[in-house]
């Protein structure tokens, strides 16, 4: 299948003007992050990654989080242009979310401002950008994160493995 780009409106993004490779950015944008009614992350100085067809991942700084929130289970997965990332539960309380969030402790080259940023899925927290509610990158696999400011289609559903 090929993809029917949305033409983007004013203040927005295509998912289909993001680079290949990806780019890594800082930018100057809210994030808060909440799992089981307890604020867990709070800044304003995030990361984020911008690849075509996937909306932007945003990692925040490892001294933004609460305390003792991640805890490290021993997943990983490798990405071709970043490296290797492991992954945490988010445990708040009695409540976990497993494998909510991860880190490149050590990036591949041309990655190396995001060593120890933490990512999360938007789909296994309540993630907020700017105040606005973030949808998750369909497909459960990918970490990018929805919202009115961006419009594809999106890589994540059956049939676009191949963008």
């Excluded at 299948?1 to 490779?21: A, H």
């Excluded at 992350?41 to 929130?69: I, M, N």
């Excluded at 497993?98 to 990655?111: C, E, F, M, R, S």
């Excluded at 606005?132 to 961006?150: C, D, H, L, N, S």
Aim: aromatic share 14%.
């Amino acid at each position: 299948m090929k993809p029917n780009p949305v033409p983007p409106g004013p203040g927005q993004e295509s998912v289909w003007d993001y680079p290949r490779p990806p780019r890594l950015e800082a930018v100057d944008e809210e994030i808060d992050v909440y799992f089981a009614g307890q604020g867990i992350c709070f800044t304003d100085a995030p990361l984020r990654v911008l690849e075509t067809s996937h909306p932007p991942v945003y990692y925040v700084p490892p001294d933004s989080l609460e305390p003792d929130v991640l805890e490290p289970n021993g997943s990983t997965s490798f990405c071709e242009f970043k490296g290797d990332a492991r992954y945490f539960d988010v445990v708040v309380g009695d409540k976990r979310s497993k494998d909510a969030a991860w880190t490149y402790d050590n990036p591949l080259p041309g990655y190396e401002a995001m060593a120890g940023y933490i990512g999360f899925y938007p789909g296994r927290v309540e993630c907020l950008l700017g105040g606005e509610a973030v949808q998750p990158q369909p497909g459960g696999f990918y970490g990018g994160w929805i919202t009115t400011a961006v419009v594809g289609p999106f890589k994540g559903l059956t049939g676009t493995l191949d963008w």
